[in-house]
């Protein structure tokens, strides 16, 4: 199985967080589901070209958080989260991910309303693209 994740050397964020941040999105939003294997630790190094200390940290990660569990000699697999657990981790990404965007734009000199304004501008457009309804 190939995870659709994307790191970025040039990323500020550690390259285990940038896994680790895909990984619990994929889970939450249900593209991967409870049960679901996940490559090996080795595996997932090789695809995406970093170690495997990297892939074993955004591994342990999860497991320590509740979203994956590692059977000996079977492999790693995705735990079946509750309800709340899911909108919780969702609300904490979203938040995180817009924490960022803020941040850089303040530091553009965006004022508060110029960036409620981009935001309304591309959600709208990802909105209509991705035919969700309002």
Do not use: W
């Not at 569990?69 to 609300?91: N, P, S």
């Amino acid at each position: 199985m190939t995870l659709p994740i994307m790191i970025s050397a040039e990323s500020r964020e550690p390259i285990y967080y940038q896994i680790e941040v895909q990984i619990k999105a994929l889970i939450i939003g249900k593209h991967l589901k409870p049960g679901d294997a996940l490559p090996s630790i080795r595996s997932l190094a090789k695809d995406l070209k970093c170690s495997v200390i990297t892939t074993r940290r955004a591994y342990q990660n999860l497991e320590n958080q509740g979203y994956i569990q590692t059977i000996q000699g079977k492999g790693t697999f995705v735990r079946d989260l509750e309800e709340h657990q899911q909108h919780e981790a969702k609300i904490s990404i979203m938040a995180s991910a817009m924490q960022k965007v803020i941040e850089q734009g303040l530091q553009m000199g965006c004022q508060p309303e110029e960036l409620r304004q981009i935001f309304e501008q591309v959600l709208a457009t990802q909105v209509k693209s991705k035919g969700v309804e309002k």
